[in-house]
């Protein structure tokens, strides 16, 4: 229960612990945060981890002079661009020998049907498109891997997906992250990003689940 307690937190008050990380652990601090966004784009047991409110309280703390901004949206960038790598080899070499059970909290068999149900729709895209969807994005990588995706093509969407999302989460919180309004209320934005990360997400299950009703 701590623990939980301790993750909601972590979710809840980014830019208070973005804070005391700087000022502990100073430019160690790039390293820290490439190994959350490797993780949370590389592995599959860690789709928990922050990526979206993570990257804007990151970009809107660049902007208070604690972290350089350019730095931060390379290293984070290469981050993603690895984490992606690495999950579509695991796919592609473990991914048949990877239990997937609705019992289990972390390796749900719903996430991977959930990310099944993006590559129907959006075929190679995908890899794109779930850079801005927590959870498909860590499986989506995945899935490629294990469906034996051309790797020239899943690496041209990895790079473009990475760019896209690191880019536009670093930068919008660079720019827009210390307007007094978005700052005092971090909170209730933290929650918005993550809303509307999930929307689609949660729009595909939904259609998902009536189209095997209908069936």
Same mark, same amino acid.
């Given at each position: ?34 190994? /959350? *966004? =490797? +993780?949370?784009?590389?592995?599959? !047991?860690?789709? #928990?981890? %922050?990526?979206?409110?993570? &990257? ?70 995908? /890899? *794109? =498109? +779930?850079?801005?969807?927590?959870? !498909?994005?860590? #499986?989506? %990588?995945?899935?490629?891997? &294990? ?69």
């Amino acid at each position: 229960m701590e623990y939980l307690k301790g993750f909601i937190d972590l979710f809840l008050h980014l830019d208070k612990h973005l804070n005391e990380l700087v000022s502990q652990y100073g430019i160690w601090t790039y390293l820290i945060l490439f190994l /959350i *966004i =490797f +993780a949370e784009t590389g592995l599959v !047991v860690t789709p #928990f981890l %922050p990526g979206d409110s993570l &990257l804007f309280a990151a970009g809107a703390l660049a902007a208070t002079g604690a972290l350089e901004v350019h730095t931060l949206a390379i290293l984070l960038l290469i981050a993603a661009i690895i984490g992606d790598t690495v999950n579509f080899w695991i796919g592609y070499f473990f991914g048949h020998k990877i239990k997937f059970d609705n019992k289990n909290r972390i390796l749900k068999k719903d996430y991977l049907d959930r990310t099944h149900a993006f590559y129907e729709k959006y075929g190679g895209k995908t /890899i *794109i =498109f +779930a850079r801005f969807v927590p959870i !498909v994005r860590t #499986f989506a %990588p995945f899935v490629a891997g &294990l469906g034996s995706m051309n790797y020239t093509k899943f690496m041209f969407y990895n790079i473009t997906g990475g760019v896209a999302w690191i880019v536009s989460f670093i930068y919008g919180g660079y720019f827009f992250g210390n307007i007094p309004f978005i700052k005092k209320n971090f909170t209730i934005v933290v929650f918005v990003i993550i809303f509307i990360s999930i929307l689609p997400g949660i729009i595909e299950y939904g259609k998902m689940k009536l189209e095997v009703r209908k069936k």
